[in-house]
């Protein structure tokens, strides 16, 4: 979620690119299934406030970027891992919510141009075992629990023993049960999960570590630099059009430090 803007792609283009699209109307996946140009195929996680059941605030982003050009779009829920592998293999057009630094970019997979938003990334723990907080010195040395795949740890400036498992319900049972000192999420995440474990006021403390960026992940292939290509011209028009600001009030959202588009 940083750089500037290059110059608009011109209308003239995005009508002839639109001809050229229509005239295609199917495609091959590398699994021999066809796609139609016109279904844009999304993986994502089930994650609460951003993509939760195909309503939250990403997956309206993307339509409301995509739809206007006459594209339909295809939301399935996987787990992370799978998810990524579906991009890299093009089974699937996108991935939500990935980071520009993420092991699998460059060669199997790129970024759009512009962050869909800022996430802000915090751990939760127990109040009364951790009564001090002192930043994330009061972490080190601490076992951490993180979702399987997600690489949080990497942003710490300290040393953690990390537990991974596949699930929030997971994350936060082990977390009840002292198995760990400290969770790592996306702040929203952790502060729903809180609020369904909690079984007394101030049982559990959440603290903000740091923020990343949030890009949405294409694959390699050309119809995924066409796709890639038309979604940042359609979010600096979103933007400029206050309907991204209106999408992150209406998810509680508006904390988000803002899109920079120059």
Known sequence: MKTG????IKYGFCALLALLLAATTRAELSDGQPLDNRVIQVRSENWYGYSEAG???LFLLLRAAFEPLGYQLQFKFCPWKRCVQDVMESRADIIVSVYDDESFMGQYMQVNRYPVFIERIAVAFKAQRW???QGQQTMSGGTLGMLRGYDLHKQL???VKLQEVSSDTQLWKLLVADRVDFIIEGI?????????FTQHPGQFRIEHVY???SYLGFG????????LQQFDTQLRKLYQ???????????????LSPIELQ
Not at 5 to 8: K, R, S
Not at 220 to 227: F, I, M, V, W, Y
Not at 241 to 255: I, M, N, T
């Open 211 to 213: 923020q990343k960026e």
């Open 5 to 8: 803007l290059g110059h608009f």
């Open 157 to 159: 400036a300290v040393p």
């Open 241 to 255: 059009q206050g309907e991204v600001q209106a999408l992150q009030k209406q998810f509680g959202l508006d904390w």
């Open 131 to 133: 009564p001090q907080w």
């Open 188 to 196: 929203m995440p952790l502060q729903v999960y809180s609020e369904r």
């Open 220 to 227: 390699r292939s050309e119809r995924a630099k066409t796709l």
């Open 55 to 57: 309503e939250g605030y």
